[in-house]
Structures are given as structure tokens and as C-alpha cells.
């Protein structure tokens, strides 16, 4: 059974930073791309980051490069996002998933709030 299992969400002040974390079980982790999506209240889920399966190639939102980095430990069969100077438009849910196979994690809130 895949499991992808997100954390490191929270609340945290504008300008802040956190690091989520996406464990995968029941895959062969290093053979797929990884991709972070996220959705905030009343719009559509967005890609907010990706990396290839080797970690070699990344790709970022407009809105997020410079700012996110993604990464992976194919060792840990995991998959982090650092997030800094976040701001309020950054609040959101944030899921983990392998697009090739449509797994989905289950997600972790975001939260940017003074």
C-alpha cells in the first residue's frame, strides 16, 4: 500500500520559514519525479515545486523561486520542501505526490499569521 505521509506544517509569522517533510512507503521512491502542490482556501491546487528522481533537475512557481527549495533523500525515501520569508499568501494546504501515479499524501496546513 503507498502511503505519503506530509509534516512540518504549522503556523508561522511573515517572514518566517518551515521546512515540510513528505515520508513515502510502498514505492520505489527513487524512480519518480516528486512534486509539491498546494491549495488555500477558495482556489485551485497549484505545483509549487518538483524534483526529478535522481534530484538533479528541480523546478518552482513563479511565486516561490528564490524563496522554496525542494530536495530529496532517496536513502530516506523522503522529500522536503524549505519554505522561507513566507507571507500571507503562502497559506495553504500542502500535499505531496508522485503526478505519474496520482498518489496523493493527505496534506499539511500551512499557516502565515502576526
Known amino acids: 500500500q503507498v502511503q505519503l505521509v506530509e509534516s512540518g506544517g504549522g503556523l508561522v509569522q511573515p517572514g518566517g520559514s518551515l521546512r515540510l517533510s513528505c515520508a513515502a512507503s510502498?514505492?520505489?521512491?527513487?524512480?519518480?519525479?516528486m512534486k509539491w502542490y498546494r491549495q488555500a482556501p477558495g482556489k485551485e491546487r497549484e505545483l509549487v515545486a518538483g524534483i526529478a528522481s535522481t534530484g538533479g533537475n528541480t523546478i518552482y512557481a513563479s511565486s516561490v523561486k528564490g524563496r522554496f527549495t525542494i530536495s530529496r533523500d532517496n536513502s530516506k525515501n523522503t522529500v522536503c520542501l524549505l519554505m522561507t520569508n513566507l507571507n500571507r499568501e503562502n497559506r495553504a494546504v500542502y500535499y505531496c505526490?508522485?503526478?505519474?501515479?496520482?498518489?496523493w499524501g493527505q496534506g499539511t496546513p500551512v499557516t502565515v499569521s502576526s
Open positions: 510502498g514505492v520505489t521512491f527513487s524512480t519518480y519525479v
Open positions: 505526490s508522485i503526478p505519474r501515479k496520482n498518489y
